[in-house]
């Protein structure tokens, strides 16, 4: 008699216990994720796609950090990452296009598959110059000149980079 009334205590238990659970999810709306925004806002914008396992990303991140003169070039250039391995949502401006994906999707679309993938764009999402690659950190300044002076438009950049001893 204990016995069926304990195992009838806990099934009424649980049935209020799982339909409190159920009513709870209902009332509360789903959470947005927020997502990344890597549309730029300067004239220029530098777009580095990572990965979780890329030691040359993490030198990258490193000279970023501390190299004075990386840290000047890049001040008047937006500077956006996404990790190939992520699945957070961005949103971003390619060809004059506003697209809503991951990160992973947007690296697979514009075919940043190896790390670090540097990507240099103007403010309406024309694809100025691409390096799949780690640069030292005296060539990717000399790069980021070649992208903020507009010498894209008059040659390419292994030219400029011999002209100014970046090579």
């Known amino acids: 008699m204990v016995w069926s009334l304990v195992m009838a205590f806990i099934a009424v238990l649980m049935v209020s216990c799982g339909s409190?659970?159920?009513s709870r999810v209902?009332?509360?709306?789903p959470e947005e994720v927020p997502k990344k925004v890597i549309i730029p806002e300067k004239d220029y914008a530098l777009l580095i796609v990572e990965s979780k396992s890329c030691i040359y990303c993490k030198q990258l991140n490193k000279d970023i950090e501390t190299e004075k003169s990386l840290q000047e070039a890049l001040r008047d250039i937006d500077l956006f990452r996404i990790l190939y391995e992520s699945y957070s949502?961005?949103?971003a401006n390619f060809g004059g296009k506003i697209i809503e994906t991951s990160e992973n999707e947007l690296a697979r679309t514009l075919k940043a598959l190896s790390f670090p993938h540097l990507i240099f764009y103007d403010r309406e999402g024309n694809i100025i110059l691409r390096i799949p690659g780690y640069l030292y950190p005296n060539q990717l300044v000399c790069v980021i000149d070649y992208v903020k002076t507009g010498a894209y438009r008059q040659e390419d950049v292994n030219s400029y980079l011999k002209r100014n001893n970046c090579a």
């Open 20 to 22: 409190q659970d159920r």
């Open 89 to 91: 949502p961005v949103r």
């Open 26 to 29: 209902s009332e509360k709306p």
